[in-house]
């Protein structure tokens, strides 16, 4: 660690002396409350533990659960011994999960007891790098993570520096497989940065931590909240009702959100009637009809954005007002270009694909290195997303390049790949396209447009309900259209394009 290196567990000594007693985490299940030092206090317990056990720096350290302080800590003790999280989506299937928990080839796990299952039997040819299980909460089969927690009077901190990686989070499953893009101690103090300036946050503010903390929103919102020395009010699961319970009773004044969650939340304030006025601001990707009712209601702000994972979720940001339909403008510590096919920067008013250099963009794909090698060619981060800027330099996102296609349904991220291959495990489908279509609630659904083959009959909801049976329930289609044929171009691959102009309505 050299002088000028700063790390996470950095900001929480800082925090513990600069902000000490003050409120720095709620938790909502059972409504314990920590100040910043106890929060110091208990990251440097729970890294003395691990390191008594033989954690070492860089070495992954698995979590598989919702949302909890317990999350939070482990993430602070992390940054103490210079450690490394891998967060899973619990949302995935067991199968998915247990891709992303191998790739990461984590040394011990964290588990919720409802997710444990898979790991009571200790099984070295499933997960053969885990050698240790410990519970997050209470009640399950393992020794609880609290277990751990050691005196820390002798407990010195690992070095480590700015660039280190510090999480591991898996991105959507780009050629057939999830990518682990590491993000280093320097993209979330960075992250926090931007975060901070966007909101004007100060120790007064009262963040709702809704957002699962396995997802680049999710942790940077919390981690910036804790840097500003807010308080993070932490639900374990998203409830549009206690949201509104808890904006009420906490005074709330910032949120992240992805479709439908803002529009939930006004419909549960419409029928209960809580007081949601204290909010100030949110940022996220809703739709105009929603956005506008928030402001009109609250006298907030909405502030829009374009990101990813590899990223640090931010490349630009702005109000939303300031030019509705756009994603904002760069943030201060980047810089965004717009280029074509040959990495040549595209005129102003033109369609090009966003690339990105500065502090905010991620050290590379776990243990890939050649897709690492050519998402940086030409010393820039290629996003793969299209986008085009305005005179006044506002992007508007244009969607993804073709062999990158995404769909985000609610702020998650589905490649039509992964979608194809399960439809295609249907022993009545015969050919299928995958593509995102507009949607009143997730703003962008999910459609199948499916050859079925000769003979064969089967219904639109009997499919849908197969697919949510083989990978995550969000990816599974909300749409599904049987036709006669599917067109195809001159090479026999599906004509994506007419395939969406023929059927890219809902039906």
């Known amino acids: 660690m050299g002088i000028h290196d700063l790390t996470f567990y950095d900001i929480i000594n800082r925090n513990a002396t600069t902000f000490g007693n003050r409120s720095a985490w709620y938790e909502v299940d059972d409504g314990r409350t920590l100040t910043f030092r106890e929060i110091k206090e208990q990251v440097d317990c729970l890294a003395a533990g691990l390191k008594t056990i033989g954690l070492e720096k860089q070495d992954r350290i698995g979590v598989y659960g919702k949302n909890s302080l317990e999350y939070f800590l482990i993430y602070g003790a992390a940054a103490a011994l210079g450690a490394v999280v891998l967060p899973i989506n619990w949302r995935l299937s067991p199968e998915e999960a247990a891709f992303n928990l191998n790739d990461g080839t984590p040394k011990i796990l964290f588990v919720d007891p409802e997710f444990e299952e898979p790991f009571r039997e200790n099984n070295p040819d499933r997960f053969p790098s885990i050698g240790a299980v410990y519970n997050l909460r209470p009640g399950g089969a393992f020794a609880g993570i609290r277990s751990l927690m050691s005196d820390p009077s002798d407990f010195k901190e690992t070095e480590a520096t700015f660039d280190d ?109 809580k007081e949601i006025r204290s909010v100030r601001a949110v940022l996220g990707l809703g739709v105009p009809e929603t956005i506008q009712a928030f402001q009109n209601i609250t006298g907030g702000t909405f502030y829009c954005m374009y990101g990813q994972t590899e990223t640090s979720c931010l490349a630009t940001l702005g109000r939303w007002d300031d030019r509705p339909g756009s994603a904002g403008k760069i943030i201060p510590l980047s810089d965004v270009r717009l280029v074509d096919d040959n990495d040549r920067p595209v005129p102003t008013g033109q369609i090009g694909e966003i690339v990105m250099k500065g502090p905010m963009v991620f050290k590379g794909f776990w243990g890939l290195e050649e897709d690492t090698a050519y998402t940086f060619r030409g010393g820039w981060h290629h996003t793969g997303d299209l986008g085009r800027f305005d005179e006044d330099g506002f992007l508007f996102y244009a969607g993804r390049k073709a062999e990158k296609e995404l769909i985000k349904p609610g702020g998650e991220n589905v490649y039509p790949a992964e979608v194809e291959k399960a439809i295609l495990e249907h022993p009545d489908v015969e050919a299928a396209v995958v593509f995102g279509v507009p949607d009143p609630k997730w703003k962008e659904g999910i459609k199948a447009v499916c050859r079925l083959k000769a003979g064969s009959e089967l219904d639109p909801e009997a499919l849908i309900r197969f697919v949510g049976e083989r990978i995550a329930s969000y990816k599974k289609p909300q749409y599904v259209q049987f036709v006669a044929e599917i067109p195809v171009k001159a090479d026999g691959s599906p004509d994506r394009a007419r395939i969406k102009e023929l059927y890219g309505g809902l039906q």
């Open 165 to 273: 990686g510090f999480v591991i989070i898996h991105t959507a499953a780009v050629a057939g497989r999830p990518r682990g893009a590491i993000l280093s101690h320097g993209n979330v103090l960075c992250a926090d940065i931007h975060l901070n300036l966007c909101f004007g946050l100060s120790f007064s503010d009262v963040h709702l931590n809704l957002l699962p903390l396995f997802h680049v929103g999710g942790l940077f919102m919390a981690t910036n909240t804790f840097h500003a020395g807010a308080l993070n009010v932490n639900m374990s699961k998203f409830d549009a009702a206690k949201a509104v319970s808890l904006i009420e009773e906490k005074g709330v004044t910032v949120f992240f959100e992805f479709p439908p969650i803002l529009s939930s939340i006004l419909e549960a304030h419409r029928e209960t009637k």
